[in-house]
């Protein structure tokens, strides 16, 4: 296999890990070495060209090829198995509507989370259950981090540099997760955004950290809490729109379900109750009034909200289908919002699999 | 052993930028509003035409949290100097 990038000869694998480093080629974790047999094996069972390119990734433009992608993905603990979701991750991080620039330099906290969904995620144990955003899973750190190191070695928007989040969050390590698709009783993420049932597929959709929601009871009772967390005032969701996403456990979903409740029912009242009066969004301050009003000029925040008046209760999103409704973690007290960067971008993508 | 590099090669020589204007006045000034804050460029604006003798091109970015179209940043170098952004 032709590969073309830069070859460095090292006689000991401690120099190597440090070389790393000395070279900002880590994230601050050692890596696995990407030696041209580990390279090309991962290539060789994706059976892509290994010059093909994704496109570059911003901010500084380095090309996502396949032999680049291959090389981070070895770094970040994949197996070649998994390479075909980190190309698919990837694809999605760059379509423009993801706005993956704006997103790696933004002062926000937000990160592109991947969710997998599909047979794959099973075939490849990717955890969709008990501690679905924690740790214990390679398949779930893997392509999580490989997305990562790609981001960092050919995207180069470094911390010290124009990375410019105020806080960022752990996820900045790994940030992926699995729907959980057999103890789930409405249709998978994918299938909703337009792939066939059955298909595998990666979304990516950029946002802070999950913020617990003790999230237990009847329909009304877990509603009830669930539209308080989406709308707190220190979410960008609630000033300038965008969209968010909500992690269900599949015991949630199932008492939902269990009362009629599709998952559009649930996703229309949170739309429709997660509201905040504009009294309670101006007292936040007049550069939260600013933005909003930036977004309104743009043409970015629909007109029909009377900002003007007081008593106006503004969602939490433009339109319902902008609240992302996932199923995963433990059957337990506890979901999880996930507020997005707002109307700037992070939005979700969606892309098939190719295996 | 050997080892691949994960990063793409830097490369490409830097255009040097162009001569600083020595006046503002009959200057070709590129106006690139980010649409950020479209009332404070339409200000900074005025006051390049009205006070300075500017020639502004305003040139509108469809968001302030995207790059800039290849088209708009070719014109942009068109002329004498620009204003790319507003900070927030």
Redesign the interface.
């Known amino acids: 296999m032709d590969?073309v990038?830069?070859?460095?000869?090292?006689?000991d694998?401690d120099e190597?890990v440090e070389l790393f480093y000395e070279?900002h080629?880590t994230d601050g974790l050692p890596v696995v070495?990407?030696?041209?047999r580990r390279?090309a094996a991962m290539i060789e069972h994706a059976g892509r060209d290994p010059a093909e390119s994704l496109g570059p990734v911003?901010?500084?433009?380095?090309?996502a090829t396949v032999?680049?992608l291959a090389?981070?993905a070895v770094?970040g603990g994949c197996l070649p198995a998994h390479f075909p979701v980190v190309l698919a991750a990837m694809e999605a991080m760059l379509d423009?509507a993801h706005?993956l620039?704006?997103v790696l330099q933004?002062t926000h906290m937000c990160v592109s989370l991947v969710i997998v969904n599909g047979p794959i995620a099973r075939e490849l144990g990717f955890n969709s259950r008990d501690g679905v955003f924690g740790n214990g899973y390679r398949a779930n750190a893997a392509v999580g981090r490989a997305v990562r190191?790609a981001c960092w070695?050919?995207g180069?928007a470094f911390p010290w540099d124009t990375d410019r989040s105020t806080l960022s969050h752990p996820a900045e390590y790994a940030f992926c997760i699995a729907e959980e698709e057999a103890d789930n009783p409405w249709p998978p993420l994918h299938v909703e955004r337009g792939c066939p049932p059955g298909s595998d597929a990666v979304t990516v959709f950029a946002c802070e950290g999950p913020h617990s929601v003790f999230c237990y009871g009847t329909p009304e009772e877990m509603l009830h809490v669930l539209t308080d967390s989406l709308c707190a005032l220190g979410n960008n969701n609630v000033h300038v729109l965008g969209q968010t996403l909500v992690v269900l456990n599949p015991l949630n979903a199932e008492e939902f379900a269990r009362r009629g409740w599709s998952k559009d029912d649930v996703r229309r009242y949170l739309w429709e109750h997660a509201r905040r009066r504009v009294a309670d969004v101006r007292a936040c301050g007049a550069i939260h009034e600013?933005f909003r009003k930036?977004e309104r000029?743009?043409g970015r925040y629909p007109l029909r909200y009377d900002l003007d008046n007081p008593t106006t209760r503004v969602p939490v999103t433009a339109r319902p289908e902008d609240i992302h409704i996932v199923v995963a973690g433990g059957r337990s007290y506890f979901a999880a919002v996930l507020p997005g960067w707002g109307g700037?971008?992070g939005f979700a993508v969606t892309r098939p699999v190719r295996r | 052993m050997e080892i691949l590099s994960p990063v793409w090669p830097s490369g490409g020589a830097v255009r040097p930028p162009k001569r600083r204007p020595h006046t503002l006045a009959g200057a070709r000034i590129a106006l690139v509003d980010d649409n950020l804050d479209v009332p404070f460029t339409t200000r900074l604006e005025e006051l390049l035409q009205e006070r300075y003798g500017a020639g502004v091109r305003r040139l509108v970015k469809p968001s302030g949290t995207a790059p800039s179209p290849r088209e708009l940043i070719d014109e942009a170098a068109g002329c004498d100097a620009a204003v790319v952004g507003i900070g927030l």
Request: proline letters at 12%; hydrophobic letters at 35%; glycine letters at 12%.
């Open positions: 590969l990038s830069e070859r460095l000869s090292i006689e694998y190597a070279r080629w070495l990407p030696t041209p390279v911003p901010p500084k433009g380095g090309e032999e680049k090389i981070n770094m423009p706005n620039n704006g933004t190191l070695n050919l180069g600013q930036m000029d743009a700037f971008g």
